[in-house]
């Protein structure tokens, strides 16, 4: 099919789903608008944040630490390894589309354009015409955070990579928050930040002045957005390593942040989104401020992605368990978010 040809056939999907989406039932309490009888039928946006472990190329960059994720290096990490993580990242993605490809992925630990550009073209995603920016982080591994997006339903205007200012005893800087700006079908704007936190790296408690300072730096770009717009919409997602109720999150709740909590994934055992020391937990996010009609999120999970311990647990299947190859596609579940306008 020629690209134009894909664009309206594309078209006339989103068109189809304009006339028979209605809100879902189970919106969060938050939105408040198109509940009634009579409420508009609004266009739903979809978005993914996903965590995808250690998306390293094999290629080394002499500017990084990178050097366990070479062919010579402890994870003794090759092409054929790389290439089928890739085709597992763009399997959870397609199916988490369904017959509609999701509007905006946002991807946390994405070591450069290369293995992006792997990713949208040499994948079965290829055929979905997404495109994509990165952060420009001066992480000391080189990771970063990417945003892919379909460019008919998110039409990118701007992308910044904003530094995130540590206290002076971080030993080392953090991953850029991502902040990407675009317009939607309904013509509104929405503002989405990209963000992957400080590690509890030492222990959560000594490493939590690192996230304290990633949320100072999410609340000062959303104060300059709502001086900038009348009408401002902004979501915050990714890996935040802390759960909800932790103190580091709190700011944002009292900022006009709020929440949208996953539901679990019973059918496949997956309550969270991600898995340490034989306990579930959400440290991946979604939180959203401004006028939305509604809102939901979820855990996205396939059998493909997860398996059973000795003990009869479900678990995430990882790539690598300590310098072992364990041939899985990453350590977290992905959260599927839709919101209406």
């Given amino acids: 099919m020629r690209p134009w040809s894909c664009n309206i056939f594309r078209a006339f999907l989103l068109l189809l789903l304009f006339h028979l989406c209605v809100p879902s039932s189970s919106a969060q309490d938050w939105f408040s608008a198109g509940k009634g009888k009579g409420a508009e039928r609004v266009l739903p946006l979809r978005l993914l944040t996903y965590n995808v472990e250690n998306l390293f190329d094999t290629v080394d960059n002499p500017l990084t630490q990178d050097d366990d994720f070479l062919p010579?290096?402890?994870?003794?990490?090759?092409?054929?390894?790389?290439?089928?993580?890739?085709?597992?990242v763009a399997r959870v993605i397609l199916d988490a589309g369904g017959l509609q490809p999701v509007d905006v992925v946002g991807l946390c630990e994405v070591e450069s354009d290369s293995v992006v550009e792997q990713l949208l073209r040499r994948t079965r995603l290829a055929r979905l015409g997404y495109e994509y920016v990165m952060s420009e982080g001066s992480d000391v591994r080189g990771i970063n955070v990417a945003m892919l997006y379909q460019p008919f339903t998110f039409r990118l205007v701007s992308h910044r990579s904003l530094r995130v200012s540590l206290p002076e005893s971080a030993q080392r800087p953090t991953r850029d928050v991502l902040l990407c700006s675009g317009v939607l079908l309904s013509g509104d704007t929405l503002d989405i930040m990209q963000v992957h936190f400080p590690s509890r790296r030492g222990g959560a408690a000594s490493s939590s002045p690192l996230r304290q300072a990633a949320v100072?730096?999410?609340?000062?770009?959303?104060?300059?957005?709502?001086?900038?717009?009348?009408?401002?919409?902004?979501?915050?997602?990714?890996?935040?390593?802390?759960?909800?109720?932790?103190?580091?999150?709190q700011p944002l709740f009292q900022h006009g942040f709020t929440l949208l909590e996953p539901e679990g994934d019973e059918e496949h055992h997956a309550p969270a989104s991600y898995?340490?020391?034989?306990?579930?937990?959400?440290?991946?996010?979604?939180?959203?401020?401004?006028?939305?009609?509604?809102?939901?999120?979820?855990?996205?999970?396939?059998?493909y992605q997860l398996e059973r311990s000795a003990d009869g647990l479900y678990k995430p299947r990882r790539t690598f368990l300590g310098p072992a190859y364990h041939g899985g596609i990453s350590d977290h579940l992905p959260i599927l978010t839709t919101i209406y306008f």
């Fill in 72 to 88: 010579q290096g402890a994870q003794h990490w090759r092409q054929e390894m790389l290439e089928q993580k890739l085709h597992g």
């Fill in 275 to 303: 898995f340490y020391r034989d306990a579930w937990s959400n440290i991946d996010h979604c939180f959203v401020s401004g006028s939305f009609s509604q809102g939901s999120a979820c855990i996205f999970a396939r059998d």
């Fill in 216 to 249: 100072q730096t999410l609340l000062a770009v959303a104060d300059s957005l709502r001086e900038l717009r009348m009408k401002c919409r902004i979501v915050v997602m990714g890996d935040m390593n802390a759960e909800a109720s932790d103190p580091v999150l």
